[in-house]
């Protein structure tokens, strides 16, 4: 049965592999500690709702930024002193919070495992894989059946006298493997790329807006750019290329965090699951995840209660009196962390001196809700 492989979303402030543990061991502070550091407000949803008011004043933009250090506190990650000129995606000149992130940060959490090695392993030697908004453990017996969950004979990726997966097993075949156009001799693989094949030096500078810029019609993803950053430093990124990777008969398989490695971006999330550090607040609303790169804080998927968030947009977003406007994340299953935005993005760059200029990302789709 396809449904024994299915991984239950599961709902909690803070995770690490599991264990549950608080923020303030993750940050070195509780979110109400971070919010009265940094603003020196005595109510912590009401700094939150605050900072992400539309009409906020230049005061609160530098906030802000005191905002952004003390939530980005893991090591190998520096937010800048001052805001720094950019231009969003919809062509305003506004003032961006600069985060940069260095490619051996602390992501908190254990990264992997990702593909088992034979086809008896289970779960725990495995990471799971997205499809159809489903999360499925990519253990050795999902990857036996890929011919059958995909219904196609062309499926195998593993020997069937040994029971051995076919995995990348070096920098090159990572690269050979995780590109657009699959190199053929990696067809039919396993594809994983560990984080030491990342070059050591590789930092990206996230170049986010102090304050949003709301656009009258919701506007697409960036693939540049992704989604977003979460706390603890791991880009939220857009879909996985999820045809490219099955066109070519290979499973890029995620964490159970719902992250994976690339050459260009590091280890970075496809989907939130419960594995993501997260920040809770005041009452029983979804935990804090990050910011988005228009400027607005990214919420979990589900409330602390289990439940959803009524009367979202089409972005996934709403406005509540004590959280001001705010997204929630999708499930972890869509391969897509957030469906749109509603307010112009910043961007990212290679050279935390270089300026933001993220306009020119193409016409918008129209938005509803």
Known sequence: MLISYRRQSQNSNIFVHGTSILI??????????????????????????????????????????????????????????KLVPCTLS??????????????????????????????????????????????????????????????????QLYDPKTGDIKVTDSKEACMAAARPDVDPKYQNYCV????????????TTYLIPAQPIVTKHASRLNPHSGVGLAFNGVRLDAPAPVEAILGA???AVFDDCGGHV????GYHYHAVTECSAKIAVATDHAAMLGFAMDG?????????????????????????????????????????????????????VDDDRARCDAKGMGPPPPRAG
């Open 24 to 81: 303030g061991k993750i940050l070195g502070l509780t979110f109400a500690s971070l919010l009265l550091t940094a603003c020196n407000e005595p109510a912590k949803n009401q700094v939150v709702a605050h900072l992400n008011d539309k009409h906020a004043d230049e005061l609160h933009l530098d906030e802000k930024v005191l905002l952004a250090k003390s939530l980005y506190k893991t090591q190998g990650i520096i937010v800048a002193d």
């Open 90 to 155: 919809g062509g305003a000149e506004s003032m961006c919070i600069s985060i940069k992130v260095n490619a051996e940060h602390d992501v908190v959490h254990k990264m992997g495992p990702w593909c088992p090695r034979n086809v008896a392993d289970s779960a725990d030697l495995a990471g799971i894989w997205l499809d159809n908004d489903v999360v499925y453990d990519a253990d050795g017996m999902f990857v036996k059946d890929l011919a059958t969950f995909y219904l196609d004979d062309d499926w």
């Open 192 to 203: 994983e790329c560990l984080p030491s094949y990342v070059d050591k030096t590789l930092e």
């Open 249 to 251: 008969h290979t499973l």
């Open 262 to 265: 690339n050459l260009h971006a």
């Open 296 to 348: 607005y804080i990214l919420f979990s998927h589900f409330n602390n209660d289990g439940s959803l968030s009524p009367d979202l947009d089409t972005c996934g977003g709403h406005d509540l009196a004590d959280l001001g406007y705010h997204y929630h994340v999708n499930q972890p299953g869509k391969n897509q962390i957030l469906s749109c935005f509603t307010a112009q993005q910043g961007c990212t």
